[in-house]
């Protein structure tokens, strides 16, 4: 059985957003047993599983990204679309814009701690689009 | 209902290279609903989705990584493959080797401005292997 | 069908640790033709695959990793877990916590030089727990 639902997200500003709620509230019935894919039809933007609880990590994991891939590089050449744009891309490239998660028990098997996230690269993003696909019986 | 195939890639030089079409040009008739496990069998090579429209992007994508991932750091103990070799593991590390999209009428759902990239770390890393495996109904 | 399988890892040391026998022994007799996702229930370590044969390469990853993403930055605001716990949440966000690798033949269809590597980012992370989940026919 295959299950496929779309969802849009609210517009976020640039940074770490948890969006499990979200995710859950655009779902029917789960299966019992199976999985379910996380996707993200975007190239500036990424998802990723971290910890849900205290809003620093947040804070910090948008830091570290920050330091590790910095605007205004002098090797840039993709630089028409703003100075967010290209480190957006490689920030991207890094996370990855696809999540598989296990289903037990009828829900997401997330860890206690675990929350899913969109990283939000652009300074104005917009709304962005998820599939989440469900298989399982 | 699982379809499996697999996928030899032309040898390509160091870089980001735009692999969509070589992907759905191996696939035959995709169910309507489901999902694609796109799987390269390699560990100094990775699978990303990224903008595929301007090739400016694939350059800056690349000169971030070797910016990020440096050749002849002191701390490498593994350098008999070459000065390309160790960078290309740590790159693979961080950028991952399977790909999960899903399917929507009877294709891959990429939003817009994604490709399928093979992104090749070494200087001369040959032809890559890939495994894609179809599921859905 | 769908199997789904639990898996309690030995206490690994911070590094790198080859895991691809334990995931094996974990799991009954695989489909014939499939996938397998496992997915790790912490935010402070990471799945990936790597290079299975030379330990000088997970030596090596460790070294980069901690070069990437360096402990005590000025700009850390999560600190109370101590030194290593904010490095750990960027380290598994970059590397991720989900794996999904074909099934051909029964069987894990890694490349010859591919294992499956928990990163253990904590100096002391205790005993990880994982979920596998199999789809195949």
């Known amino acids: ?9 609210p517009a976020y500003s640039r940074g770490f957003h948890l969006i499990s709620h979200h995710v ?10 199976g999985m379910i894919n996380i996707f993200l039809h975007h ?7 971290n910890e849900n609880a205290d809003p620093s990590v947040r804070i910090d994991l948008d830091s570290s990204y920050d330091h590790l891939v910095p605007e205004r590089m002098p090797f840039y050449t993709h630089t028409m679309e703003g100075d967010d744009d290209m ?10 814009v696809s999540l598989t998660v296990p289903i ?3 829900r997401m098997a997330l860890g206690t701690w675990q929350g899913i996230f969109l990283a939000e690269f652009r300074d104005r993003g917009g709304r962005r689009r998820l599939t989440l696909t469900v298989y399982g019986e």
Chains 1, 2, 3 share one sequence.
């Open 1 to 9: 059985m295959v299950q496929q639902y779309s969802l849009t997200l």
């Open 43 to 49: 190239t500036s933007a990424a998802l990723l599983i």
């Open 24 to 33: 859950a509230q655009a779902l029917d019935k789960l299966p019992d047993t």
């Open 87 to 96: 480190p957006a891309h490689v920030k991207s490239a890094l996370t990855g």
């Open 104 to 106: 037990q028990s009828g």
